[in-house]
């Protein structure tokens, strides 16, 4: 914002990034979160928290780097680590991931980073933000490859315009460092070799469970395995009739709403035999991006791939008075309606605060029918950016007549 005061009719003279106070601040934040956290947990008497590595004894019993703790139920919610792609010279050379990046005791002056999935993209525009000569290579045809094909399009326009150097098709090869130190990725781009240094690589290539064979899973009785994690059933009961998973671990959604989402169910079931079911198609995503990206439900290809004719709503940022009076028009609206039932299937935003425009479609896809007349009947407050939303709601036309990202200025 402040390199754009002047749109806004102030000027500041000069900007300086503070790598080590951006630090600070976020250690502060972290340690407060968690601070927070560990308080209520040791204030609860009800509650002992011990620390360590665990492995199963049995389905009751757990080790904790020696200490026995046995319960009759149990919760498993051991999260993910990064993956780490066998790329030859990787390891050799030096990385860094989501989980380390943060602690550089300086700004690189250039970076690759391989991945164009949600952390690589937002890890990338921070960094090139920073002024960080960043290099994004994504082996797939476009970034953010789970979202909608629009949404993501659209943003990788976006950064390129605003000077990220995105390599879509880009298969890395090999990692060389040379004697001055930099580092090289050299890599197969749509048919051409080519070689791009840098002084830092961060590996954004998703993410795994932990290594569950550590755990000793099988003495307890439950399935799983590093790709998949731990299987469970509709109640997240694991195939040991005393044990639940949650969160990262199960391989579904890694978002923490979609882990805290799970946490309640598992112990509705495990502490009070609830019967409860969990599903993914009501959870929400985003993608903290600069606009960010927010979707809930299905996208427009999904929904065709199943069998539904549908219509799809659009606006475009830059025919909403709210994003046109603060200067954030980059991106647009869409939703996605079943054509018979007027049922709403799936809401995708690219916008400056897009994730916080998804509970109008969440709070939808949570009704009974799904139907679309409450948010074409709300009335919105002006001006705000979700007057966007029922512009897109109240314009919604069949796919083979849908406008193109931008046209639809409502």
């Not at 065709?304 to 603060?326: E, F, N, P």
């Amino acid at each position: 914002m402040a390199r754009r005061g002047e749109e806004f009719g102030f000027r500041i003279s000069g900007l300086e990034v503070d790598w080590t106070r951006i630090r600070a601040r976020k250690d502060a934040l972290v340690s407060s979160i968690v601070g927070n956290l560990e308080r209520s947990l040791k204030e609860n008497p009800r509650i002992e928290l011990v620390r360590g590595s665990a492995r199963f004894l049995g389905p009751k019993r757990v080790d904790v780097d020696g200490r026995a703790v046995e319960a009759e139920r149990i919760i498993v919610a051991s999260g993910v680590m990064p993956v780490v792609p066998d790329i030859p010279g990787l390891r050799e050379a030096g990385f860094e991931t989501n989980e380390t990046v943060m602690d550089m005791k300086e700004l690189p002056r250039s970076m690759v980073v391989i991945g164009g999935g949600p952390e690589g993209m937002e890890f990338s525009q921070m960094f090139h933000r920073f002024g960080v000569r960043v290099t994004v290579l994504q082996r797939g045809e476009r970034v953010l490859p789970r979202e909608d094909e629009e949404i993501s399009r659209e943003l990788e326009g976006i950064l390129r315009e605003e000077g990220l150097d995105i390599r879509t098709g880009a298969q890395p090869e090999r990692v060389e460092r040379a004697a001055d130190g930099k580092l090289a990725v050299v890599a197969r781009i749509k048919g051409r070799t080519e070689r791009i240094e840098c002084v830092r690589i961060l590996v954004a290539a998703g993410r795994r469970p932990h290594e569950l064979s550590d755990m000793d899973l099988g003495k307890a009785g439950i399935e799983g395995d590093r790709e998949r994690g731990i299987g469970i059933d509709e109640t997240l009961r694991t195939s040991a009739a005393n044990i639940w998973a949650i969160g990262d671990v199960i391989g579904r959604m890694q978002y923490t709403h979609f882990a805290t989402y799970t946490a309640g169910i598992a112990v509705a079931n495990a502490l009070k035999n609830e019967g409860r079911h969990y599903e993914t198609g009501r959870v929400p995503g985003a993608v903290f991006t600069d606009p960010e990206v927010a979707s809930v439900g299905i996208t427009e290809r999904e929904a065709i791939a199943r069998g539904r004719k549908v219509k799809v709503g659009k606006q475009a940022l830059k025919g909403v008075a709210r994003a046109r009076a603060v200067a954030e028009t980059a991106g647009f609206i869409k939703l996605v309606v079943d054509a018979q039932t007027e049922e709403l299937l799936g809401m995708h935003v690219l916008a400056h605060i897009g994730a916080d425009l998804l509970p109008q479609g969440i709070l939808l896809l949570n009704t009974a029918d799904r139907k679309m007349t409450p948010m074409t009947a709300c009335i919105c407050v002006h001006p705000t950016f979700s007057e966007g939303v029922k512009t897109a709601a109240t314009g919604l036309k069949p796919v083979d007549s849908v406008t193109p990202p931008g046209a639809a200025l409502g």
